[in-house]
């Protein structure tokens, strides 16, 4: 590429880290779930729930942090239907994901229909006095939706949760032993649940970012695989939030690169740019599950199973 | 308290009755459903059950996507027995379509009949092809078959789409994104006059008995059912797993390929962006209601046509949008994973201490 432009480096890393805190929200929620043990497919399901949901709410109220509140609320709602199956019905947590995905898919195309034509209203720009505006660093970094920084404090007070605190402990003791923690006299079916339902409810933010802020309509299964991108993510992560949000980043990062060729008159047909993050998305894959000792390390050893207390 | 315990042996009952169930409480939903729509319940169901199998031209509508269906989820049944999670095949159905395709364009007014054969070969060739990259990575570097099948759906589609707006585009199309409409010897050949109904409902029965007698009758379906079921006994018994991955994922992709072959060569008769309809993801839902046995995915797939025709329907006769079909298809899965649940466990009641 010859001579990229400071201020469209700028805009790139703006576009960026925008396109990062769709997944990197989501993944960091999947990342709780796994934590505790639990496998939940349903991402890109409960992910476009929340986008209608918060869709709707900001088109009637004309409020972000409603839109934001409705998004959560759906996925967390989402999130608990899958839990309750998974956890106290022990049923198979890859088919129960799934099963969740496509009821999603399908609610939200159906209660959706009535909006495709509708618009936000405006909202006013977030730009962080005297930060945003500096040269180049000001609109790459300081004129973001709050979201975008709050999903840095998330991945900050997950690790110090997850490494410092005693809950964290209890969460990943459930993780990997759940017949331990059990025998310790940790409800685990309760804690799981909780989990999940967090989990859920950070992917409904991320859903409802995608529909408010990232591109600010409702469009038929517009989520368009970023749910499963984020659950690829966690693995790439090794289950790490600092890690799972530098992949985000990355992530948005390949993502972005399509629209700044496409701008810069590159001739390559835009189909080839689309399929990138997802190409990017198998090839981290497979460099990163190439050593199975590595992931059996470090994936929490309960992955998956259901737990029968007093079995 | 009730109580969960586990039976000493799964109720065979039950794992026949709990598709019987499920679907008793997606209707019931449903019908709660249409009265908090301010629809007429009966009417609904009548759009469903009744008007689906109603007359012959209903029928014949109902058996275009009964066969990818069926076809689709044989091959998953496979995989799922192997406990392979394949959630890709509607990947592996468009790779097939393209394939398929990418023969038929090439026939000409003096080719053969022969030309049927290959352009559903092509098909399976591309379905294998898409979900060997599945198999590859999983073998070779460990990588998830989850995501990666799914991941390739999207980059099929991609693939599918670049084809129709670019290089394969009919150049007497009116620039819509569109290949020629393909000639008629490469088609597949339609029952009777004026219906749609074709010879592919053909290629779903022997796929039934094929399969019949690959999953109960040979070795080789014996190893996968046992690879899934116990890994540590497979392994002690010899049976490779590598193999086992392999197989199952060809056979499933080779499957979804063929009903996208007959997809194109059949109803569609061209390729366009509008190829993948979700079929690939039914499937899945096909494949477990069916109890992931042949006979069992005839019916489930017949079940299945039947919400998509009734959500059609009810898009043009009731007003709802047709994507009623894909909450129903959502929820009929949950139901049949909760009912499930009982056919291994029996609820108990327990004082409580």
């Not at chain 1, 709602?77 to 199956?85: C, H, I, S």
């Not at chain 2, 690879?227 to 979804?256: D, E, H, N, V």
Request: hydrophobic fraction near 55%; charge should be positive.
């Amino acid at each position: 590429m010859t001579g990229i432009s400071p201020e469209s480096l700028a805009l790139l890393i703006a576009a960026t880290l925008n396109a990062g805190t769709v997944v990197g929200l989501a993944a960091l929620g999947l990342l709780i779930n796994e934590r505790s043990g639990v496998v939940n497919l349903g991402a890109e399901g409960m992910m476009l729930v929340a986008a209608f949901a918060g869709f709707a709410v900001g088109v009637n109220t004309g409020s972000d942090w409603l839109a934001f509140g409705a998004g959560a609320l759906a996925g967390m709602a989402m999130a608990a239907v899958f839990g309750v199956l998974v956890i106290w019905l022990n049923t198979n947590q890859y088919a129960t994901g799934l099963a969740l995905t496509m009821f999603g898919t399908g609610l939200s195309a159906f209660a959706g229909i009535r909006y495709t034509q509708e618009k936000l209203p405006e909202r006013p720009h977030f730009d962080i006095p005297w930060l945003s505006d500096l040269p180049l660093a000001g609109p790459a970094l300081f004129k973001h939706h709050p979201l975008v920084y709050l999903t840095i404090l998330f991945a900050i007070g997950m690790t110090w949760f997850l490494m410092r605190s005693r809950a964290g402990l209890v969460l990943r003791a459930v993780g990997e032993s759940p017949e331990s923690a059990h025998a310790l006299g940790y409800p685990v079916r309760q804690i799981r649940l909780l989990a999940v339902v967090a989990g859920g409810a950070l992917c409904g933010l991320a859903g409802a970012y995608i529909s408010v802020v990232y591109t600010p309509l409702w469009v038929e299964g517009m989520v368009a695989g970023k749910g499963w991108i984020a659950l690829a993510l966690t693995t790439f992560a090794t289950w790490r939030p600092a890690r799972v949000l530098l992949g985000a980043y990355l992530f948005g990062g390949v993502t972005m690169l399509q629209f700044q060729l496409q701008g810069q008159g590159v001739d390559i047909p835009s189909q080839w740019l689309t399929m990138l993050p997802y190409l990017a998305t198998i090839v981290v894959l497979v460099l990163i599950s190439r050593n199975p000792t590595w992931i059996r390390v470090n994936m929490p050893a309960s992955l998956g199973k259901p737990f029968h207390p007093g079995a | 308290m009730f109580k969960l315990e586990p039976r000493a042996t799964p109720s065979t009952w039950l794992s026949l009755a709990s598709p019987v169930m499920a679907l008793a409480i997606t209707v019931i939903i449903g019908v709660g459903l249409f009265i908090l729509l301010d629809k007429d319940p009966l009417a609904g169901l009548q759009m469903f059950f009744v008007e689906p199998l109603k007359s012959p031209y209903a029928l014949s509508e109902l058996s275009i996507k009964a066969v990818p269906l069926i076809l689709i989820a044989l091959g998953l049944a496979a995989c799922f027995r192997a406990n392979l999670w394949n959630i890709g095949a509607e990947g592996q159905f468009v790779m097939g379509a393209v394939f398929a395709g990418g023969v038929a364009m090439r026939a000409t007014p003096e080719t053969g009949a022969w030309i049927l054969w290959a352009v559903l070969g092509a098909g399976m060739i591309g379905g294998m092809l898409w979900a060997a990259i599945v198999a590859l990575l999983r073998d070779r570097f460990n990588a998830s078959e989850i995501l990666v099948s799914l991941m390739l759906v999207y980059v099929a589609e991609m693939v599918l789409s670049y084809l129709v707006y670019g290089p394969w585009k009919d150049p007497q199309g009116y620039n819509f994104p569109q290949t020629i409409t393909f000639l008629e010897a490469t088609r597949v050949p339609k029952l009777f006059q004026g219906l749609r109904l074709n010879a592919g409902v053909f290629a779903a029965l022997a796929a039934v008995l094929v399969f019949v007698v690959f999953l109960y009758r040979t070795y080789a379906g014996f190893q996968l059912q046992v690879g899934g079921l116990a890994p540590l006994a497979a392994r002690y018994a010899g049976f490779s797993s590598r193999k086992a991955l392999w197989t199952a994922l060809l056979i499933s992709g080779g499957m979804a390929g063929l009903a996208g072959a007959l997809d194109v060569a059949g109803p569609q008769g061209q390729l366009t962006p509008y190829v993948p309809m979700g079929y690939g993801f039914a499937a899945i839902i096909v494949a477990f209601v069916g109890r992931l046995s042949p006979v069992g995915i005839v019916f489930s797939a017949i079940l299945m046509s039947m919400f998509y025709i009734g959500g059609e329907l009810a898009q043009s006769r009731l007003g709802l949008p047709k994507a009623i079909t894909g909450v129903f298809q959502g929820l009929l899965l949950f139901a049949l994973l909760a009912c499930d649940t009982f056919i291994h466990q029996r609820l108990r009641w327990v004082a409580s201490k």
